[in-house]
Each structure stands twice: as C-alpha cells, then as structure tokens.
T-cell receptor, first 117, second 114 residues
C-alpha cells in the first residue's frame, strides 16, 4: 500500500479554464476528504465522502467546485472557470470507519498544487 | 466556533528540546492532532491524543493536553535537522455520518540550527 495518491502534483492553468484533480485513497478506506491549503495557512476542509456518498460540503466550496466518488474508491475534484483566488494546494485524505468504530487517523496525500495565471 | 492558534516560528539548536504550543476553542473536540509538513509536501500524521488524556508519549514526541485551558503542546526531544518543518495542530469535529473534520492552526515553522 503506497498511501494516498494524488494526481497531478502540479497544475498551471489560465484563468477561466476548467481543471480536474484525482485522489486515490488508501485501499479499503471508506472515508475520503478534500482540503484546500493556501500559502502560509493551515488546510481548510472542503468536502467529505463516505463510500460514494458526499455527506458534507463546506461553505468554501462554491458552485464552481464539484467533487465525485463514483464507485466509492477514487475521487475527483473539478473546478470550473478557475479564478486566481483558486490558486492553492488541494489535499486529499482518507480514513477507515468500521460500523460505529472509526479509525481516528486521517492520512493525507502529497497534494496537487494549482496555479491560476 | 472553531479556531486554532499557534505561534508562527520556533528556532532551536540541534540536540535541544523543542516545544510547540497550540490553543483551540472547541471544547467538544474528541481528538487533537499534530501533523508535520515538509516543503512542497503533504501532511504527515505525527501523533494524536484523546481528549480525556493529559499526556501521550511516542518515542521522541510528548503531547501534553490541558483541557481546562484548551492548550495543547508538542515536545520533540533531541531535535534533529530532519525535524525542520511546519507543524500543525488540529482539533476534530463531527461531520454528518460520523466523519471527522479537522480544523488546523496556521502552523509553526520549526528551524533547527547546528
């Protein structure tokens, strides 16, 4: 198991373009989270999935952002009509819950650094 | 509300102990975490503590929790140059369906000097 994998590691895009990022969680982890980290700040929660269901979204997630986890394994985060303010590191994390028991550790990927020019 | 605060910088000499402090506001947090981030990299989970514990030790790391004052600290013994990184404190909150939302501080940049 190689941990949480994110692709691409870096993305430079022009303002107004759409971008899509992918996250592959640790296998068998049923919970998947997206966070955004801007320069000099800690990560901020964006959204989370339990299996394929998106159960919660932050107010930070504008209508231009959409996330999916179609088969309960990998997830994608799409940003439409990118703006310069979207420039940030997008981090994915996964964790495991079995019934009522949750493994409390969340493991993060290396992130995708987005630069909007 | 949720708010986590940390000092921005800490500089120590190699071999000394480092103590990184954090204050949080959500008294209902079940777990509190310390993560490490090296330049250009993701976050590495270092350790976490359950809210009904006062202390947790894991090799060179010691976490102290003062729940009354909502104060968390991370002590790194025998600090090495490889410990130079940004350290994030995070408090946990419950999400719909039982998920665990982390609220992070702004991070403390630890610089280890020879």
């Amino acid at each position: 198991d190689t941990g949480v994998s994110q692709d691409p590691r870096h993305k430079i895009t022009k303002r107004g373009q759409n971008v899509t990022f992918r996250c592959d969680p640790i296998s068998e982890h049923n919970r998947l989270y997206w966070y955004r980290q801007t320069l000099g700040q800690g990560p901020e929660f964006l959204t989370y999935f339990q299996n394929e269901a998106q159960l919660e979204k932050s107010r930070l997630l504008s209508d231009r952002f959409s996330a999916e986890r179609p088969k309960g394994s990998f997830s994608t985060l799409e940003i439409q009509r990118t703006e310069q303010g979207d420039s940030a590191m997008y981090l994915c994390a996964s964790s495991l819950a079995i019934g009522q028991r949750q493994i409390v550790e969340a493991f993060f990927g290396q992130g995708t650094r987005l630069t909007v020019v | 509300g949720e708010d986590v605060e940390q000092s921005l910088f800490l500089s120590v000499r190699e071999g000394d102990s480092s103590v990184i402090n954090c204050t949080y506001t959500d008294s209902s947090s079940t777990y509190l975490y310390w993560y490490k981030q090296e330049p250009g990299a993701g976050l590495q989970l270092l350790t976490y503590i359950f809210s009904n514990m006062d202390m947790k030790q894991d090799q060179r790391l010691t976490v102290l929790l003062n729940k009354k004052d909502k104060h968390l600290s991370l002590r790194i013994a025998d600090t090495q140059t490889g410990d130079s990184a940004i350290y994030f404190c995070a408090e946990s909150g419950r999400l719909t369906g039982g998920g665990n939302k982390l609220t992070f501080g702004t991070g403390t940049q630890l610089k280890v000097e020879l």
